[in-house]
């Protein structure tokens, strides 16, 4: 072979090789509401999924293949969120979904991953809808709103207080919740001395504060985005109210304490993941070690909800093998007993996908930091 046949034929090999590489990439999908209400959560949790992910990544990748989430924004609209879904599945052929966001959101996925037979792991959100009946496909990391609402409901009750008015969304987000915080009530046998449905896409939370005023409410649950508790506190506080604001998970973020403004002391938030201070608990540890590493100095706990939701994902393909198949990825999901994310152990069966059963209470203090 001459020198000009053999610089050819290295060229070949070097570019087909190249292409190769190109396409070494383990393509996972998320669709959630990058902007809208929810932006400031949706982006913290993605902030935490990525450290790991890109902390495995930067080690060689999976069986080494690199991970690529691919992320769509769906403006926190459910239609938009199936669109998305679609598009990630049959276009950018992810083998597994990812981090969607909402109840309802995730709701309007659900039928695709049936038909595709795509996996999604760690859906932040913690509808009961997701967890009963087990969904074949559906993979949950954090504990349900249920435990969240009722565990609000019962720690109020045990402070003293009986006068406990409830806010929620009108959509399933809501209503899920708002079981939960029955069962909380029903737990202490009393009753809310409010309840209030408001819209997702237009919230008025103004008249309900004045309901909530009007029967001297000692605290006010609102299941809702970050945006309407802003508010809702807000029209609250004008009336001259300082009943005690308690918001789910859903909002345990640093966006929403900088949304809440000069509000945002005193809020009770409910939380699915250990302290994110308390390197006691080896995953926080982690996640801390890994964003210092980068330059940064904290972690929020809409960040420890991506980080162990992406430790789970990257298990999952790691069992999967070296050509994960979206069958393999269900397989190996499955496989999962008692799995250590960091001091807390998660397992999976056919017949339960319900993930964690985390729940703790944080408030907000005067630094804009969550104590527990």
Known sequence: MNCKRLAAWAALVLGQLAAAGAHAQIV???????????SAGVKETTDGARLYIDSVNERGGIHGQKVELVSLDDKFEPPLAAENARKLIVER????????????????VMPLLTEHKVPLVGPSTGAVVLHEPVHPFVFNVRATYQREAERAVRHLSLIGMDRIAVAHVDDSFGADAMNGALKGFAGVGKQPVLVEKFDRT?????PIAQKANAVNAQALLIVGSSAAVVDGTRALRALGSRAQIVT??????????KAMGDQARGT???????????????????????VRSKGGSDISPAMMEGFASAKVLVEAL????????????VTALHSLRKFDLG???ISYTPGDHSGLDYADLSIIDDSGRFRR
């Open 318 to 329: 790691r069992r999967a093998g070296p050509s994960p198949t979206r069958e393999k990825i």
């Open 248 to 257: 789910l998970s859903n909002n345990a973020s640093a966006g929403f304490v």
């Open 268 to 290: 009770i938030v409910a939380q699915v993941f250990p302290y994110e201070r308390s390197i006691s608990a080896s995953i926080v540890k982690e996640a801390l070690d890994l």
């Open 28 to 38: 996972i999908g998320q669709t959630a509401g990058f902007s809208g209400p929810v």
């Open 202 to 206: 237009k919230p008025e939370l103004a």
């Open 343 to 345: 001091g807390m152990e």
């Open 93 to 108: 052929k992810a083998v597994a979904l990812f981090l969607t966001r909402g109840t309802p959101h995730t709701q309007a």
